[in-house]
T-cell receptor, first 115, second 111 residues
Framework: DGGITQSPKYLFRKEGQNVTLSCEQN?????MYWYRQDPGQGLRLIYY???????QKGDIAEGYSVSREKKESFPLTVTSAQKNPTAFYLC??????????????FGQGTRLTVV | AQSVTQPDIHITVSEGASLELRCNYS??????LFWYVQSPGQGLQLLLK??????LVQGIKGFEAEFKRSQSSFNLRKPSVHWSDAAEYFC?????????FGAGTRLTVKP
């Protein structure tokens, strides 16, 4: 079945550690996104990538890093520079706008907690 | 500035009553428009989308939305709400291959 998979579902991080959240899709989508969700703030865009080997900062990129070495994969690293990393992280993918149908498909999310 | 606004943070309706959730956008041109629903601790599921053409679009679970260019709005409606519709609803836009979301509206359904 085609879809988008995030792992792990729950992740605990100690202060000062970097952690990497996995996101894989088999939908052959060009575009992939990372969002952070906090109560009452909706989904805020962290990073996005519209093509392999290229990515752009979103609205809240500080303290995060990404890579896009393969079309299927878009891992997010939460670095120690991120002051308040506890949140629910959602990965999404979509086809490009110029193709018309740009519905985004979401993973089930990763809940990151700093302990 | 480009933005997506959902003015209602929380709405409570009685089961069987009608529902309208508001969404306004601020972009130079009409973006692609979406409504998503999220159950607690889950990802988002697409309810419906508007790209062009008929301004009244039908979605899953009995939802519909109307695009009004003059008001830069894309409001979600359902004629009769079911208890299972309780969830958080997000309006989203895709403008030049960049998806952005509103802050969400949490829907509570009273018996």
């Amino acid at each position: 079945d085609g879809g988008i998979t995030q792992s792990p579902k729950y992740l605990f991080r100690k202060e000062g550690q970097n952690v990497t959240l996995s996101c894989e899709q088999n939908l052959n989508h060009d575009a992939m996104y990372w969002y952070r969700q906090d109560p009452g703030q909706g989904l805020r865009l962290i990073y996005y990538s519209q093509i392999v080997n290229d990515f752009q900062k979103g609205d809240i990129a500080e303290g995060y890093s990404v890579s896009r070495e393969k079309k299927e994969s878009f891992p997010l690293t939460v670095t120690s520079a991120q002051k308040n990393p506890t949140a629910f992280y959602l990965c999404a993918s979509s086809s490009s706008s110029h193709l018309g149908n740009t519905e985004a498909f979401f993973g089930q999310g990763t809940r990151l907690t700093v302990v | 500035a480009q933005s997506v606004t959902q003015p209602d943070i929380h709405i409570t309706v009685s089961e069987g009553a009608s529902l309208e959730l508001r969404c306004n956008y601020s972009y130079g041109a009409t973006p692609y428009l979406f409504w998503y629903v999220q159950s607690p601790g889950q990802g988002l599921q697409l309810l419906l989308k508007y790209f062009s053409g008929d301004t009244l679009v039908q979605g899953i679970k009995g939802f519909e939305a109307e695009f009004k260019r003059s008001q830069s709005s894309f409001n979600l409606r359902k004629p009769s709400v079911h208890w299972s519709d309780a969830a958080e609803y997000f309006c989203a836009v895709d403008f030049k291959s960049l998806m952005r979301f509103g802050a969400g509206t949490r829907l509570t359904v009273k018996p």
